[in-house]
């Protein structure tokens, strides 16, 4: 286990001789400063609503690899005053899906700071997080003595076909998406790394009914305070030391967790499946993107009748999708 | 002013400020204690801070750990300054800066002197009240704890070990009967007197400091020798969890502190504007004498005590994975399995919905796909009917089926026909109510017109994974509430089975069965059951139909180890 860390950590060493900084106001982080760390290409058009969200969650600073927009992503994020930006032309996939880029950057910058990992489409939700802001939810976090903060990805889907959702930028991608399956979810122990392996929603549903072991997995880790030695083993979904894998009770007992609202499947979805697909720069090279181009002409609908509509999070809290634990 | 405030305070100097002043502006002297670790500069601002102020003292400084003797000695230090600097002061009342007073200054200064000779006191023997942490209550008065919890616990944990091993046990000062409660109290002039002036205060404060977190003990044990009456609770509205931290509020609990009337809470979340901004509160709603009431905020963090704990019976989720047999039940409510009932009766599903309220379920684990009873080809939470998806995870399909429908109580049919993956977790779990007609498969086959020798392999096959089901259900493990009955007992008497399903599911709605749903025409099957024992595949499971059997019967054979089934 050790040696796979260390491992990690050198490749990310190594990976880290691709990164350009172009906007580095890292000057600028307090101690306790709250931070968020992003991979992201060719997003521009979900930026502004992005920073915004999560700025009013309360994250203090951003920390962004940009893998060569062609948007003008990039020169819009170097202009924002709390984020610092780097840019790579190198592969996605080589980098361990990004990674290892982040990797480097957060055994840089994030020592003792309590640390958000999530992708562009990722909205993270917490029990309170419409009264408390993150900065509670750290703070009671150290009083507990936990370093770690377990989110399951929640996919959000509109009504009706998925080229239905016209997303604008700026737009709260959920205005347009936010339909969601609420008890389909299956989940196996990882014996090795001790994290719970969660796979289910629309996509096993729609997509990967006939081949469910290849369903992606929901199961993620976005909250952490980091450490120096700590490294993400597969994108958020587990880290090590895997003693931070152990997000969830084992004697019956609920542990606080939160959701993240994935808001991929817009407009935007199609044509950048088939992109991803031509791309094969994605996990499992892409299958999952491949996948979805094959039914690329049936433009998927992933509703159905039994879709519940997203409120807020108690609403995910009753649901038994995410718990408040012992916070209240 | 009649009372005077002890502050102790570590940290967030910015808040503690704000409520020394308001405890001053209020009328009462404050001696504040802050913690020795704190460094000297950051001391000398809050200090200064405070300078124009006259009804504040700064006493000498103690380190003070978590669990440790320090923060008694700075009670104790603070205490005896205050003592001797304002001697008009009645009551004393200990706080921190993370306490927040929600009552005006004025409305304790009235309650405590309504209230002129009472120590309120929160002070509970160990004898007669387990107190829930660390799994240590006697023994921390029994044991010595000279290793701090917090930055020594191998060796805290090992000296403990040592010591039970060892069958140590210290000997409690003459006098002393251990008492233990919230740190937080309110004592009156004569009884803090007394307990810092007792002559053998010396002896006390030895043992007391090798006791593990005295502050929970050490007045609350004292208190029990000077006073002379004794509030056993706390005027500081204090939760804890289940670790023993204390809970936090934050703005969204504004209302409810309100409406709580209590006059001081611990502990605010120092970023909370809103609890600041709202408290303390300078108009007075209550009358003078309001008690405090907290019966709200009990229920709310003792049901999060309980959610950490226990948690929501039958999800399975993120943060909630019981290890195998932790469960609590698996499932989140109570379910019932029909196994040959509907070959016995091919209507049985709608028969027995329409007469309970229960969700009938087809084959759930049919082999072509889940057969909702919708029909439809998804469900509740999102269920699929995918035969394959099941199956990549046929135990927590269940348990998302009974957790999505918890609600109502929900049925299916089972078969040895379908997929057996569960059959280990139905067996286990409390939740389950398992009904068998064993034998029952050979209904269809009968009625499919086929001669014995055709489907004798297949009536070998049933037979086999039926018997391997009912050896579960038999097992020692199996702790569902299972009733077995042959094809034969069940058509003798079905009505009094239907009965007791329609009750068990339905209670006391249920009604009495008049009628009973149509039942397959069985007319000949003993000799097809007969035709297929001459074949040598003796279906043992059927029991012996007695419906004019067209060869006299035989005995009922028992299992035999050459019949014919698939290990």
């Known amino acids: ?328 | 002013m009649s009372f005077g405030v002890v502050m102790l305070v570590h940290t967030a100097f910015d808040r503690a400020e704000q409520m020394v002043r308001h405890w001053v502006y209020g009328g009462c002297p404050v001696v504040v204690h802050v913690d020795a670790k704190v460094d000297q500069p950051a001391y000398d601002v809050f200090k200064q801070a405070l300078g124009d102020l006259e009804n504040v003292l700064f006493c000498q400084r103690h380190r003070c750990e978590w669990g440790g003797w320090g923060l008694v000695a700075a009670s104790q230090t603070a205490a005896t300054l205050l003592l001797d600097s304002f001697p008009d002061v009645r009551h004393v009342y200990l706080a921190s800066g993370a306490c927040l007073p929600l009552r005006p200054v004025t409305e304790l200064a009235d309650y405590l002197k309504a209230h002129p000779d009472t120590d309120f006191i929160e002070s509970a023997t160990t004898a007669d009240v387990p107190w829930p942490v660390g799994g240590l209550d006697r023994e921390r008065f029994t044991l010595m704890f000279p290793f701090s919890w917090k930055k020594q616990r191998w060796l805290f944990d090992r000296f403990v070990k040592l010591q039970q091993l060892l069958r140590y046990r210290r000997k409690m000062p003459e006098g002393l009967v251990p008492h233990m409660g919230s740190q937080w109290w309110c004592l009156t002039r004569q009884t803090l007197r007394a307990i810092l002036d007792d002559p053998k205060r010396g002896i006390y404060d030895r043992f007391f400091k090798l006791v593990w977190i005295p502050d929970e003990s050490y007045y609350q044990t004292l208190v029990r020798v000077h006073a002379t009456r004794i509030e056993s609770r706390s005027l500081t509205l204090a939760k804890f969890d289940f670790q023993g931290k204390p809970h936090i509020f934050y703005d969204d609990h504004t209302a409810l502190l309100m409406r709580s009337g209590c006059f001081v809470a611990r502990k605010a979340w120092p970023h909370a504007e809103g609890l600041y901004q709202s408290f303390p509160r300078q108009t007075t709603e209550f009358l003078p004498n309001q008690e405090p009431n907290t019966a709200t905020i009990d229920r709310i963090f003792a049901s999060a005590v309980d959610r950490r704990l226990r948690g929501r019976h039958g999800l399975f989720m993120q943060s909630r994975f019981p290890n195998r047999d932790r469960e609590n039940g698996l499932a989140a409510a109570p379910y019932s399995v029909f196994q040959g009932f509907d070959d016995v009766f091919p209507d049985f599903a709608t028969w027995l919905a329409k007469r309970t309220e229960a969700q009938v379920h087809g084959h759930l684990f049919a082999r072509d796909r889940v057969h909702f009873a919708s029909g439809d080809t998804i469900d509740r939470g999102g269920l699929s009917d995918s035969a394959r998806l099941r199956d990549y995870n046929a135990r927590m399909f269940l348990t998302n089926l009974i957790w999505n429908g918890r609600e109502t109580h929900q049925c299916f049919q089972f078969g040895p026909a379908d997929a057996q993956d569960i059959r280990w977790m139905l067996a286990k779990d409390t939740q389950a109510r398992i009904w068998v007609i064993s034998g029952a498969w050979a209904v269809p086959l009968f009625l499919s017109r086929r001669s014995a020798s055709e489907v004798r392999a297949e009536a070998a096959r049933l037979q086999g994974i039926e018997h391997k089901f009912l050896n579960v259900l038999r097992s020692s493990h199996a702790r569902a509430r299972i009733q077995i009955m042959t094809l034969a007992e069940f058509v003798e008497a079905p009505t009094d089975v239907l009965q007791a399903i329609i009750d068990e599911i339905a209670g006391h709605r249920g009604s009495a069965v008049t009628e009973l749903p149509e039942m397959a025409n069985i007319a000949g099957l003993p000799a097809f059951l007969q035709d297929l024992k001459n074949q040598g595949m003796h279906p043992f499971l059927t029991g012996q139909l007695s419906d004019k059997p067209a060869i006299p019967a035989r005995r009922q054979a028992a299992p035999k180890p050459y019949v014919i089934g698939r290990k």
């Open chain 1, 1 to 328: 286990m050790r040696w796979q860390r260390k491992r990690w950590k050198a490749r990310a060493r190594l990976k880290s001789r691709e990164l350009t900084p172009v906007a580095n106001r890292t000057s600028q982080i307090a101690a306790n400063d709250i931070l968020l760390f992003c991979t992201l290409r060719n997003e521009d058009v979900r930026l502004p609503y992005f920073l915004s969200y999560y700025r009013n969650l309360g994250v203090d600073h951003f920390i962004l690899v940009d893998n060569d927009s062609n948007d003008g992503g990039a020169a819009y994020l170097a202009n924002q005053p709390d984020v610092s930006l780097w840019s790579t032309k190198a592969g996605y996939g080589d980098a361990r899906y990004g990674v290892d880029w982040l990797t480097y950057l957060q055994g840089k910058y994030a020592d003792g700071h309590w640390a958000l990992t999530v992708d562009v489409d990722e909205f993270f939700v917490y029990p309170f997080c419409d009264t408390r802001p993150i900065r509670a939810l750290a703070d009671w976090l150290d009083a507990c003595e936990v370093r770690s903060f377990g989110a399951m990805l929640l996919d959000m889907y509109p009504k009706g076909p998925v080229s239905g959702a016209v997303y604008s930028r700026g737009q709260d991608p959920l205005e347009v998406a936010n339909w969601f399956d609420a008890g389909n979810y299956i989940m196996t122990r990882n014996k090795l790394l001790r994290n719970l392996w969660i796979q289910g929603g629309p996509r096993a549903r729609v997509f990967f009914a006939e081949k469910p072991k290849k369903a992606p997995a929901l199961n993620k880790i976005p909250f952490v305070k980091w450490r120096k030695p700590y490294a993400y083993v597969s994108s958020t979904h587990m880290l090590l030391p895997r003693g931070l894998n152990l997000v969830y009770d084992q004697s019956g007992g609920e542990k606080t967790s939160g959701i993240l609202l994935h808001a991929k499947f817009l407009n935007t979805f199609n044509e950048r499946a088939s992109q991803e697909a031509a791309r094969a720069e994605h996990y499992q090279k892409g299958q999952e993107y491949q996948s979805y181009a094959e039914r690329h002409g049936a433009d998927p609908t992933l509703w159905s009748q039994w879709s519940e509509q997203y409120i807020n999070w108690r609403q995910l809290e009753m649901l038994g999708l995410m718990s408040k634990g012992n916070w209240a």
